[in-house]
């Protein structure tokens, strides 16, 4: 039993070992200040220029962390392939992730029938109150499509970071909504970003490129 | 006269892959076989062995027919991919079979 638990732990050992680089973090927080960046325009309405801002952001986040993993984390810690247990974990993320999206669309689709439906709207709109409550409604909606994903992330993939991350991130969406200002999702973003680059900067000085051409 | 649990007790000792056993190599092999394949510069950063120590060891698992390797290139680089094979695989089985019951034979 000792040694079946042993083989485990040599396995998740292996494979948080791919985590140390903090690139996951650095895009991860890229991301939320992209986000905030380039979608929250409430005071002067949305324009596909936003959309299309916030997906150039999002482009260049990826680019970094893959290029950070090909160009700087592989060189440096070599190259792996799990077995077939993180093969069926990613694959059932991939699927509950999927289902969790087209959860997310439903009630945005939901939610704008329902304020264009004057009926419901008049019920949201009573149910609801003033418009602080209408807001905070969004905030806690917007959060919760947030947090959730991340904390699946971060439980399939054995990332315990990704739990704090998923707090911030939702703390991100939920105050940029609720307080109508970017700026506190940038410096939650920014909170994502800072452990990350110590990692990175520690993850450099503790795999230095190896000497011989072969790996 | 010998105890013939004693005998029986000696001969599961002499049953211990000597090959698997090497501390070294013991941890090689236990890290394939809980993935599918790697290169020497993860194994190297796992197991912390030196590329001289890494390479011999795997000299010898390969000769046993333990491990396979895999001779790609990465760009212009050249790239070493090893994995266990099947025979590994079992032989790392049988190994911790024979380690459990050598273990709890003991005596308190």
């Known amino acids: ?215 | 006269m010998s105890d013939p649990e004693t005998v029986t007790d000696t001969a599961s000792l002499a049953e211990i892959d000597r090959l698997i056993h090497e501390p070294a190599r013991l941890s090689l092999v236990a890290l394939l076989y809980v993935i599918e394949s790697a290169d020497f510069t993860f194994l190297m950063n796992q197991t912390g062995l030196t590329w001289g120590n890494l390479s011999a060891h795997m000299s010898k698992l390969e000769e046993a027919g333990y491990i396979e390797v895999e001779k790609t290139f990465k760009g212009k680089r050249p790239n070493t991919l090893l994995r266990l094979t099947a025979k590994g695989r079992e032989a790392f089985q049988n190994y911790r079979q024979k380690m459990k019951q050598v273990l709890d034979e003991l005596p308190e």
Request: hydrophobic share 55%; proline share 5%.
């Open chain 1, 1 to 215: 039993m000792t040694q079946k638990l042993n083989l485990k732990e040599i396995e998740r050992k292996a494979f948080r070992s791919t985590f140390q680089d903090g690139l996951w973090d650095i895009y991860l927080g890229l991301v939320v200040i992209f986000m905030a960046l380039f979608l929250f325009r409430p005071d002067e309405g949305y324009s596909p220029w936003n959309l299309l801002l916030m997906l150039v952001g999002f482009g260049t986040s990826f680019l970094i962390f893959w290029a950070g993993k090909k160009f700087i984390t592989v060189p440096r810690m070599g190259q792996v392939s799990f077995g077939p247990l993180r093969k069926r974990k990613a694959t059932t993320l991939a699927i509950i992730m999927g289902v969790v999206i087209i959860i997310q669309v439903a009630v945005v689709l939901f939610s704008v029938g329902g304020w264009l439906d004057d009926d419901l709207a008049a019920k949201l709109n009573a149910l609801l109150g003033e418009a602080n409550m209408e807001r905070l409604a969004v905030a806690a909606i917007g959060s919760l499509f947030v947090g959730p994903s991340m904390i699946l992330v971060a439980y399939f993939n054995d990332f315990p970071r990704g739990y704090y991350i998923a707090i911030l991130m939702s703390a991100a969406v939920f105050l940029m909504i609720l307080l109508n200002q970017p700026i506190y999702a940038v410096i939650i973003g920014a909170l994502i970003i800072l452990p990350g680059l110590v990692l990175f900067i520690r993850f450099l000085q503790k795999y230095p490129l190896p000497k011989r051409g072969d790996s």
